[in-house]
């Protein structure tokens, strides 16, 4: 009920922007981009005031102002000079980002604790839910508003903007100052934008620098959504109509998750809703003269109410909806039992990946199973400040634990979420957002892991090495809380020391990072020294690049990335940060109270130190800080080749199998030595079952430069081949490389790859169709056409099947739903036995077609040895692991020396049968001793 | 109540384009006068108007209106003297506003715009009153949107907004040539009457040169940016149209021979 509630709320705040927008939209006729920025000054001017102490009322008066003074620029701008009037919004909105970080000090203020309005009417709230008051305050104060624009556009001076905006030649020749009517205009829309982003500031707890990115697009969807809704032509129901709008699009944000959207998917939701609410009613206009059946006669009177023709157009996707949700949900019902854990992450960040990793992997060692006691749900914001809200909100509806991973969620949990845990990690400095005063005075419901990066222990290794004057140089993102927080303390620790200088760069994309680092460079530092910083971890290699032309070192706090060319590094292992994280978990789920669980800090520090880069750079490293270390790459100790190596192990999925083929892979390449005997370190990727990602993460491989890929099922083999021709590329668990165009035949295949092909035992599997079958005559087979793998195996099926003198009757589908009709219409056709190889499609139907193939007495035969369990009666598979063996021990000949293109590729296919004998006396039929004999599995 | 002094104008000056549009004008217009202007085409009609009313500004010369200069002045500076009814009719008014909303701008005309409703019950009476004068049954659909009327009613709101609040000077230029014969005539109908009514000092610039002898006191000629010929009501009222194609052909004769021409011809042959 929250969440609506709590959506119409939003709703109400944010009309205030919906009506500016309307007013430059439609009455101006001006398209204002500037609210962007004036939404987001509204937050910060309101944020400065409030944390001061200055009344609220006037805090939100003041951002009115500001808003109205960024507008009345962009209007000045327009008319005066003459720019477009886009191009002069584009300009404001991009100038007020710098001023609004200049007014907030900070990329993010907090508003936890400060009264502000919002509390003020909490405080007043005479025993009602707490957003149920809000709401009838909010509508109260959004209905005077109303009342009060629209009168004023009803008066002379209102007659006359709108006027202008709809003629300016006819207003002129009337006397009228078009400029200043447009400056009036468009100053007093930005001011009612902030007047909104005060009021959304103090509702959700805290002013951000990117919480006005993109609000243009809600509002003007609001505007149309509205008029679509309500078509009433006096100012009133126009005005009306921009806060219904508003009201309605944050509601179907809130049904968006309620049917348990990916929020990552709202902004297309939004552009496809907007777009139904246009086009409906046109649609339906126009069937309406010729309906006469009663149903029509109803249809045509409800939608010739103008009134009432978008409220039914949207009450009818909203009934589609919901039915459809509750038809999900009921399938996908988990028992009462089960704790619910949401796990939130701001962004993509390999560190927050990391923590989020670890986090799960220690949840199970614990005794946690994801679906059985326990359900995790994992949530990416990608970034965006307001999809962070929406999970948050999604979460409180039906998450027992809520676990925020990076500063940014836990800020919007704690504000939002008071009645249940909050587990956080990944923190640099909880306090700052408000979780509380120290690691034991804290709120009550919150408790988690966080430690502020030993900026002073890294600088203390660099005096250690470089001792004497030095100047320092440091690059950081000035909109990251983090960094900025990161950067300071080194400034604070730098100005201390009497001989070390800093000279810091800046930079707001992963573009800048080369150019920052050469000009730092150019200014003739003594060493990098690099904070924890989204932007440049994830730029490092261009630091590296630039730093090593004058053999500069670079110290860090990441400790992930000093393999990839710093000289030393000081700080947590994140893997760490999502371990302690699930142990307090534990510890709630068993029955603790967070508030008697003091916050901690990461407990092992790790400082490293890469001595081959030492080397190369010529610095001598004191020996008591080589004892000090934890982790020390040298090859030369070793007595192996002074390049360390990494091999990238590249997945296209989680699937089960896959993740058996991979352990395969890897526990052959430690038995074997190669790891240890030629330094290589191995990295797990995966395209997460998306082929964009997977074409990514091959780019990301081959710019990395990596010695050695091994890549593991069809897509990925493909993905990698066409972008990578250079890297050593060893493949395995594919079924037919040949038909991918990769190679001819064993011998001749492109120069870089070789691997091993696991075909399917389809021939396997018919003959034995004929051993135990001798009278059969018709197989039936269905299979998706759209899968490479089950194309390679029917093709397969047809070829033996005409050599054990079988006729191979198909049925295709497209989708599951379609699997019953192509069974039916198999059966129809007298199929004696039926055979599914190899097909995802397929393979979600087992039991559903094991079920049906029973009761027509047709033995059924697969090529995956777990659907005996399922109902097959017998299965004829490969064992995964050892195809991973196998692929394994080709990458060690490549590792030995042999050239990819001397290798030919290798058929491998470990057959794995397994049997069902119960369901033999079934059949009337005998098995022969030998076939047993051979059976992995036999069930009985 | 209109006097021009020397009147200069050219357009996109010392480029190829460059129009030499109004040359050396000075005409005085006094008070109750209603002045048709005809000319060629390119003649600069439509830009002594605009120099009126202040949509372009002069380059040179000095326009006084009612006794005040106004030379510097921009249009919406000069409205308050000045109505003016365009030739397109979907350029005099908001189409999507209600007649009433129209009337009561252009009943503001020239003066503040202050936020107080002035939009009653009594100035609707009033405003159905000057609508019904129009005889185009408007009076009952004040309330309606202008976008739903025809370009010849839409005109002849127009009209009513230049006269609602009686101005100084009314400029109206080819206000007729848009419409359709019989919305043409009404409104010319409704122009003599709003004139004569309240002796408005007019000036009219039109293509058609028999309404140019029908209406008005004088009548000005012009060509290539100068005023040629400058009639009075008397001799006006004499002429045919005959006559006045008979003085273009003058003209264009003359033109052959022009001072350029001359020259050359004097230093070749003398």
Partial sequence: ?940 | MIKLDNIDKRFNPGTINEVYSLRDISIEIREGEFVTVIGTNGSGKSTLLNAITGSILPDSGKIIIAGKEVTHKRDFQRAKYISRVFQNPFMGTAPDMSIAENLLLALLRGGKHYPRISLNADLMAYFKKEVTQLEMQLEDRLDNMIGTLSGGQRQAVSLLMAVIKEPKVLLLDEHTAALDPKSASQVIKLTKMFIERARLTTLMVTHSMQQALDLGTRMIMMHKGQIIDDIPANEKARLTVDDLLNKFADIRKKERLTEDVVEQLRREYV
Avoid at chain 1, 903 to 924: D, Q, T
């Fill in chain 1, 1 to 940: 009920m929250e969440l609506w509630i709590g959506a119409i709320n939003l709703g109400f705040l944010y009309a205030f922007m919906a009506m500016g927008v309307f007013i430059t939209f439609r009455i101006n006729d001006f398209p204002d981009i500037t609210v962007d920025g004036s939404f987001t000054s509204g937050a910060a001017i309101t944020a400065v005031l409030l944390v001061s102490g200055f009344n609220p009322v006037l805090a939100v008066i003041a951002s009115f102002f500001v808003g109205a003074i960024s507008g009345g620029m962009t209007a000045l701008i327009h008319t005066r000079f003459k720019i477009n009037g886009l191009l002069a919004g584009i300009l404001v909105m991009t100038g007020l980002y710098s001023i609004n970080l200049h007014i907030m000090g900070r990329s993010n203020i907090p508003l936890l604790n400060t009264p502000g309005v919002i509390s003020c009417i909490k405080g007043i709230n005479p025993g009602l839910h707490d957003e149920i008051w809000l709401c009838l305050i909010f509508a109260l104060m959004i209905a005077v508003f109303w009342i009060i624009i629209s009168t004023f556009f009803k008066t002379d001076l209102g007659v006359t903007m709108r006027a202008t905006g709809n003629n300016p030649t006819m207003a002129g020749a009337l006397g009228v100052n078009v400029n200043a009517m447009k400056i009036f205009g468009i100053s007093l829309s930005n001011g009612m934008v902030g007047i909104s982003g005060s009021l959304v500031a103090q509702y959700q707890g805290f002013a951000d620098i990117g919480m006005g990115i993109g609000v243009i697009v809600f509002s003007l969807a609001s505007v149309i959504i509205g008029e679509s809704v309500l078509k009433m032509r006096s100012i009133y129901a126009k005005f009306l109509s921009a806060v219904i709008g508003s009201v309605i699009f944050r509601l179907m944000v809130a049904l968006a998750l309620y049917v348990g959207l990916n929020p990552i998917d709202l902004k297309l939701i939004t552009a496809v809703f907007v777009l139904i609410v246009l086009v409906a009613p046109k649609i339906i206009s126009r069937k309406s003269p010729k309906i006469t059946k009663p149903a029509g006669k109803f249809f045509t009177f409800v939608t010739g109410k103008r009134f009432f023709a978008g409220l039914f157009i949207i009450a009818l996707i909203a009934g589609i909806a919901i039915f459809g949700y509750k038809g999900i949900k009921s399938r996908m019902s988990a028992p009462e039992k089960v704790i619910r854990i949401g796990v939130v992450q701001f962004s993509d960040h390999s560190l927050l990946n990391i923590t989020r990793d670890s986090f799960i992997a220690e949840m199970e060692k614990l005794g946690y199973e994801n679906g059985k006691n326990s359900f995790i749900s994992l949530e990416n914001a990608n970034g965006d400040i307001p999809t962070v809200t929406t999970i948050i909100d999604k979460f409180h509806r039906d998450q027992d634990i809520i676990v925020t991973i990076s500063t940014a969620c836990t800020q919007a949990a704690i504000n939002k979420i008071k009645d249940r845990p909050i587990v956080f990690a990944t923190v640099a400095n909880p306090f700052i957002i408000g979780a509380g005063k120290s690691d034991n005075d804290h709120l009550p419901n919150v408790t988690g892991v966080y430690g502020a990066a030993p900026v002073d222990k890294l600088l203390e290794v660099v005096r250690q090495i470089l001792p004497g004057k030095l100047k320092i140089g440091a690059i950081w993102d000035p909109s990251q809380a983090n960094s900025v927080f990161n950067a300071a303390q080194l400034k604070e620790l730098i100005s201390k020391s009497g001989n070390i200088s800093l000279v810091g760069a800046t930079v707001t994309n992963s573009s800048e990072v080369y150019q920052a680092a050469v000009s730092l460079v150019n200014k003739g530092i003594n060493a990098f020294v690099l904070v924890p910083d989204n932007i440049v971890y994830s730029a490092f290699e261009a630091v590296v690049k630039a730093a090593s032309t004058k053999k500069i070192p670079i110290f860090i706090n990441d400790v992930e990335r000093l393999k990839d060319g710093a000289l030393a590094a000081y700080g947590y292992d994140y893997t760490l940060s999502g371990i302690q994280a699930a142990r307090l978990v534990d510890r709630i789920i068993k029955g603790e109270n967070p508030s008697h669980i003091p916050f901690e800090k990461y407990s092992k520090a790790t400082f490293d130190i890469n001595m081959n880069v030492a080397k190369n750079l010529g610095i001598t490293i004191p020996p008591d800080l080589i004892a000090k270390a934890t982790v020390i790459h040298d090859d030369l100790k070793k007595g192996v080749p002074a390049k360390p190596k990494k091999l990238a192990l590249f997945l296209f999925s989680d699937h089960k199998t896959v993740e058996i083929v991979a352990k395969g892979v890897i526990d052959e390449l430690k038995r074997s030595g190669v790891l240890d005997k030629y330094n290589i370190t191995v990295d797990i990727k995966n395209a997460q079952n998306d082929f964009g990602m997977a074409h990514s993460v091959a780019q990301d491989i081959v710019r990395q430069q990596y010695d050695y890929i091994i890549t593991l099922s069809t897509p990925v083999l493909q993905v990698t081949a066409n972008v990578n021709k250079k890297i050593p590329h060893i493949f395995g668990f594919v079924t037919d490389p040949f038909r991918l165009g990769i190679a001819k035949d064993p011998y001749h295949h492109q120069e870089n790859i070789t691997g091993v092909a696991t075909f399917e035992p389809v021939e396997s599997a018919i003959k034995a169709m004929r051993q135990l079958f001798p009278k059969a005559k018709r197989i039936g087979i269905i299979w998706n056409p759209a899968e490479a793998c089950s194309e390679a195996c029917t093709y397969k099926a047809r070829d033996v099947a005409k050599k054990y003198k079988f006729e191979l009757l198909e049925a295709t589908v497209s989708n599951s739903a379609e699997i019953n009709n192509a069974l039916m219409s198999l059966l129809n056709k007298k199929i004696d036995i039926f055979l599914t190889s190899g097909d995802n499609t397929v393979n979600l139907s087992v039991e559903m077609i094991a079920d049906i193939l029973k009761k027509y007495k047709i033995p059924y035969f697969t090529n995956s040895p777990e659907d005996i369990d399922r109902g097959a009666f017998v299965s004829i598979g490969t064992d995964f692991y050892d195809i991973g063996t196998e692929t394994a021990k080709m990458a060690e000949r490549v590792i030995n020396g042999e050239k990819p293109k001397d290798v030919p590729i290798k058929e491998f296919i470990p057959e794995k049968i397994a049997i069902n004998l119960s369901l033999a006396k079934f059949y009337g039929i005998k098995v022969p001793e030998e076939f047993l004999k051979k059976a992995a599995i036999v069930k009985k």
